[in-house]
């Protein structure tokens, strides 16, 4: 077990190399540079000044190069300056990151405070309209825009009632405000865009909750279990819902990237500065340093969840034990 | 045999006919596919023809569906939309599907450092965020119809790869595999006649559900500007020029959503029908 865990996290850094060196290349295939990114609006900008800030940000160099400047900068955690400003890319990262958090560790506790009821409950009445319900929740969740909903409940919440501001983190004027009215002005800027994040996720985990809950049911130790005379809650709270629980510990793990990653299209429908905003512009600014600085933690993350969710499944269940 | 396969076949299609919701699935499909081809005869309106006089209306029994801010009744932009959108879906993964089909039947079927390195570069690309993926080949192609289709495709690829190739390892034990080796067959025909017509269930679900992704993200790309660029009608980009009015002209927006609801719906329920029919382990 351990020697398996060791190999995996070594095999790790190849991949997490390789992710680096495809990632360059592919941003660096696009023509133009920061430098034309940045002079595009002004024509008059003569080549000399051009080449200047070609000079200024190393791409006036190979690809290659400029690959590895980042790289021996990059072991070193220093991200290095964004193009676009000079600042710190790590400080651009940690202003965004708190934002982007909040609203997707918001959304997951929504998601399993709702999923696991819900996952319990169709299981132990399938075919219920319960189960019907949310069985028709779970593909309408699944096959939607979500920008579209958060366009309708923009509309709705926002414009035809009033209830909600649509856009933002805040109200631009704050002045008057108490220390609680500004809390509940942060709060309900932050509803639509955390139902909104909540619902992939909530038709996902609960359809999972489902099948696992359906699959332990079916086990011989619950026969036994309600055999022994065990009353319907006991077998089914106690015995039925740890082991269907396990497997959520999966789909944490597997969740982990999404949560510092931020979605690039719910933070341009709801205005939100957040992570996948700055990448976003970052990518269309050629803005390298910082697409890298969001990429590759981001990237890392995503092994990292993976491998989290298998150790994690094998420690709490001891017939799983990886080879 | 012949009949031993006919009956599983029936029996394959009873199953499916059973699930309720797979034959709504597949009804929807049905029909959304029958507007895409009969589209120019069933359009009550020329999708293009600009009307100053009818700017923003909502809907009437002359405009079902609204028009939009050039006077363009919207439910003919939506019926030609569908034809843009299911090509975008279907190019896209037949894309995805064939490069998957290529990756994971060389990878699953030589085994070894060539199984090795073709998953590694697998893990790599399922790392990197879809979306930095589809916005960096943007940023490269221009967008246009057939570079999104590459570009969906291109980054789609990955998971009927992994499905191949667990079907390759698996087939590729079997005694038929072995006698055709036996006899003196090329690896390219054992891949392409004896193992990939018996391992093409999996990916006939994963490619039915695919299409109904593929759709999604090509209305992301839209809502994002990086789509199908107007005035092509996709149903993302009907959507997306209609976030602009989405205070004054809700129908610009409802529509097309609801257009991309029901077609999705429509192949991930059709996609989870086959796979029910197709799998006798799952069914209950």
Known sequence: MLFYSLKRLLLMVPILLGITVLSFTIMHMAPGGPAEAQMEFSAKASAEARERLRKLYGADQPVHKQYITWLRKFVTLDFGEAFADGRKVKDK???????????????????LLLAIPIGILSATHQYSSLDRFTTIFVFVGYSMPHFWLALLLIYFFGVQWGLLPISGLQSLDLTGLSGWDRLMDKANHLVLPVFVSAVGGLAGFSRYMRNNMLEVLRQDYIRTARAKGLSENVVVYKHALRNALMPVITILGL???GIIGGSVIMEQVFGIPGMGQLMYQAVFSRDYNVAMGVLVPAAGLTMLGNFLADIGYALTDPRVRLK | MPNNITLTTTETFRT?????????????????????????WISPHDPSKIDVKHILVGPTVEHPFGTDELGRDVLARMIYGARISLEVGFVAIGIATLIGILVGAIAGFYGGYIDSAFMRFVDIMLSIPTIFLVLAVIAILEPNIMNIMIVIGLTSWMEPARLVRAEFIAIKEREYVTAARALGATDFRIIFKHILPNGLSPILVSATMGIGGAILVESGLSFLGLGVQPPTPSWGSLLSSGKDNIEIAWWLSAFPGLAILITVLGYNLLGEGIRDALDPRQRE
């Open chain 1, 93 to 111: 990262i940690l202003e965004r990151l708190p934002i982007t958090l909040t609203i997707n560790l918001l959304s997951l506790a929504v998601v």
């Open chain 1, 255 to 257: 969740s982990l990237p």
């Open chain 2, 16 to 40: 499916f006919r059973r699930n309720w919701l797979s034959v709504i699935g597949g009804l929807l499909v049905l029909a959304v596919f029958v507007v895409a081809v009969l589209a120019p």
